[in-house]
């Protein structure tokens, strides 16, 4: 139906260009042409449910907002309409433009490309929905929203992280309590370096010491890959006195001693937040601060709390916990990972409050 207004119209604004063109006087071209009246729909291409939030409660005003819509002019549009229907226990919603298109002309807009629906939807009317979709003509999936039965509020929580947590050997370590957060060692890699000492010489001796040791200047990073030259220079034994001028020290890259390995490991951690919730809860709008040791981690967050009629924890829900990465940004859905994650969080040392 859409190519087929589409390929009408073009088919009418070439032959009206046509016959515009031949005319001698000056002035505006004619849109359409008055003997032409058309009938029909238009269309859109992006919808958004609530500004994206992961759950509607059943009884508020539900939202869509809808972008990118065509109705040929200002003047077109007479009316927007819904489709409805029920695909097991989802409900499908389907707006729809009116169109009636004629040669009238419009000072001022009476539509836009983009446009918000609002509407009411009592529980009786969404019992036994568990999702909302909207979609466009082409029967396209824009966007989902979960059907919930209970209560929205904002909390804000502050939790000190010790800085115990930045010591891989102390791992599993949590906070005290819940909300709490919760860094696991989730695997090491072994890595080797390479090196060589290399002979360092002093050019401007400042003390006169009675016996000197050798001093071993390891860098603070070293080359995968590539042999690292660590230069060797010589220092007091028995004082704190600087042998050598700090800048008068010349490495002799022609003395260097025998290659050695170093073994090095690297540690994966994964940092969570995690909360025990009501059964079948969630949070919704999650914000959090910078995450950093021996500092307050400030989070806060939407909690839903279902009621009595709330049928079923839903897709996208855990039981009575809930937990977020902290390090990818995201929501622990997996029920593995969950189970897992609580178990540890149960074995795990608490580190005590500041």
């Known amino acids: 139906m859409i190519h087929l207004l589409r390929n009408i119209l073009i088919s009418c604004a070439l032959a ?37 939030s992961l759950i509607y409660l059943a009884g508020d005003t539900l939202q869509i907002y809808m972008d990118s819509i065509w109705t040929f002019s200002n003047c077109a549009l007479q009316r927007i309409g819904m489709r409805t229907s029920i695909n097991d ?98 695997s ?70 025998k290659l050695q390995e170093r073994p090095d490991t690297i540690w994966h951690t994964s940092t969570y937040y995690m909360e025990s919730i009501s059964e079948c809860g969630t949070l919704d709008n999650f914000s959090r601060s910078a995450f950093r040791v021996a500092n307050d981690f400030v989070v806060t967050r939407q909690i839903f709390e279902p009621s009595k009629s709330e049928p079923s924890c839903g897709p996208s829900t855990t039981k009575d916990m809930y937990i977020f990465n902290i390090g990818t940004g995201s929501f622990v859905a997996d029920t593995v990972d969950v189970d897992s994650l609580i178990t540890i969080w149960k074995s795990a040392k608490v580190v005590k409050k500041k």
């Open 188 to 257: 090491i890699t072994p890595r080797v370096f390479v090196w060589r000492t290399m002979k360092s010489i002093c050019n401007l001796r400042i003390d006169n010491c009675d016996s000197l040791v050798s001093d071993t200047l390891f860098p603070s990073s070293w080359r995968l890959g590539d042999t690292t030259l660590v230069p060797v220079r010589l220092a007091c034994a028995d004082t704190d006195l600087v042998y050598c001028h700090s800048s008068r020290w010349e490495n002799d890259s022609t003395n260097l001693g």
């Open 89 to 186: 226990t989802t409900l499908v919603l389907m707006p729809f433009f009116v169109l009636h298109v004629t040669d009238e002309d419009c000072a001022a807009p009476r539509f836009h490309p983009d446009t918000t629906l609002k509407f009411y939807m009592s529980e009786s009317v969404l019992e036994g929905i568990s999702s909302i979709q909207v979609r466009n003509d082409e029967d396209s999936l824009l966007d989902s929203i979960l059907v919930r039965r209970g209560t929205m509020k904002w909390d804000t929580v502050s939790i000190y992280v010790d800085s115990l947590f930045d010591s891989v050997h102390s791992l599993p370590l949590r906070t005290k309590g819940s909300p709490s957060v919760l860094r696991v060692l989730d």
């Open 16 to 52: 009206f260009g046509f016959w515009a063109c031949s005319q001698d006087d000056d002035g505006p071209l004619d849109l359409t042409s008055s003997k032409v009246s058309y009938n029909g729909l238009g269309f859109f291409s992006k919808a958004t449910l609530d500004s994206g």
